[in-house]
């Protein structure tokens, strides 16, 4: 399986981003999905993952960020909402064919990252 993430973009402090997760592969329906971030000069960063049994949140994030999949395209989002100058980061996509994590070493399945920077 092979990811591509899109959507990344600038915008202002308090709009809206919608970036997507595209996969090669119609078995990706099941993979655990998550998105990472990760800033210039800081570590890479636990966001969002959502899997067969679970959608989770970095604190960071919650009650702003939502993550989805639609099998049908293969594809899992990630909707950002009031979007903060803090948020400005790459954002990475990546999937592990049965089990999820917060770590970003857990992943087996890599994309390439889409630039989000927000301005205030």
């Known amino acids: 399986v092979q990811l591509q993430a899109s959507g990344g973009g600038l915008v202002q402090a308090g709009g809206s981003l919608r970036l997507s997760c595209a996969a090669s592969e119609r078995t990706f329906g099941p993979y655990a999905t998550v998105w990472f971030r990760q800033a210039p000069g800081k570590e890479r960063e636990f966001v969002a993952v959502?899997?067969?049994?679970?959608?989770m949140y970095s604190e960071s994030v919650k009650g702003r960020f939502t993550i989805s999949r639609d099998n049908a395209k293969n594809t899992v989002y990630l909707q950002m909402n009031s979007l903060k100058s803090e948020d400005t980061a790459v954002y990475y996509c990546?999937?592990?064919?049965?089990?999820?994590?917060?770590?970003?070493?857990?992943?087996?399945?890599w994309g390439q990252g889409t630039q989000v920077t927000v301005s205030s």
């Open positions: 959502i899997s067969v049994i679970r959608i």
């Open positions: 990546e999937a592990h064919e049965t089990s999820w994590s917060t770590d970003w070493g857990h992943y087996s399945i």
